[in-house]
């Protein structure tokens, strides 16, 4: 079945240093999305990226979805305490809704 | 509007009780999915609703855990005979329909501790 893999499975960076986590699937993907869940939280929709190539922003959050479209990456830029929590990606293969979820980078943040 | 809404929040029991949960999705989606989440770990998928689709169940771990929607509306996720390792947050997500709408929103979770 698909598998869907995150590094690294945790980082702690100092406040104010960038932050990327890289999420690496077996197969080709349909789409990719990116969730974040807060300690003691759900996990929250941050965005999808549909495209091959594909680069889209928000804020300091920069989401790259792969020419092959099997890996994505999520790059944080000058980190805030706000940025805390576990980054997981999550795919669709093509003619199936079910979305599979990787197994996410726990960011924590040293102020 | 509302969101997912998941009952009870938390919910302690003995080993080898049943128990059950419960989640009430959007109004409108037609995918639900249960997930398991340890403590500090990722999630688990057990179970995913589609419409009137069969569910996919390939993620439950065992016979005693089962679930059930009924239509498009709620869903419960049963546990029998729990043991300790059953012990964790259940979280229930839904999401419309569409390849690329498939954009997931999750409950705030059944945090489960068996003793």
């Known amino acids: 079945g698909q598998q869907v893999m995150q590094i690294p499975q945790y980082q702690h960076v100092q406040e104010g240093e960038d932050f990327t986590t890289y999420c690496n699937s077996s197969t080709t993907l349909s789409n990719i999305q990116w969730y974040k869940q807060r300690p003691g939280g759900h996990p929250v929709f941050l965005i999808q990226l549909v495209k091959s190539g594909e680069v889209k922003k928000q804020k300091r959050l920069t989401f790259q979805f792969g020419e092959a479209k099997k890996n994505s990456s999520l790059h944080i830029t000058a980190t805030q305490t706000t940025d805390v929590g576990t980054y997981f990606c999550a795919g669709s293969n093509f003619g199936n809704e079910k979305l599979t979820f990787g197994t996410g980078t726990r960011l924590t943040i040293i102020p | 509007g509302a969101g997912v809404s998941q009952s009870p929040s938390n919910k302690v029991t003995e080993k080898g009780k049943d128990v059950e949960l419960r989640c009430d999705p959007i109004?409108?989606?037609?995918?639900l999915y249960w997930y398991r989440q340890r403590l500090g770990q990722g999630l688990e998928f057990l179970i995913y609703?589609?419409?009137?689709?069969?569910?996919?169940k390939s993620g439950l771990p065992s016979d005693r855990f089962s679930a059930e929607r009924t239509g498009e509306s709620v869903s419960t996720l049963t546990i029998q005979r729990t043991q300790q390792e059953d012990s964790a947050v259940y979280l229930c997500a839904s999401s419309p329909t569409g390849i690329l709408y498939n954009e997931q929103f999750f409950g705030p979770g059944t945090r489960l501790t068996v003793l």
């Open positions: 109004s409108g989606h037609t995918a």
């Open positions: 609703f589609q419409g009137n689709s069969a569910p996919d």
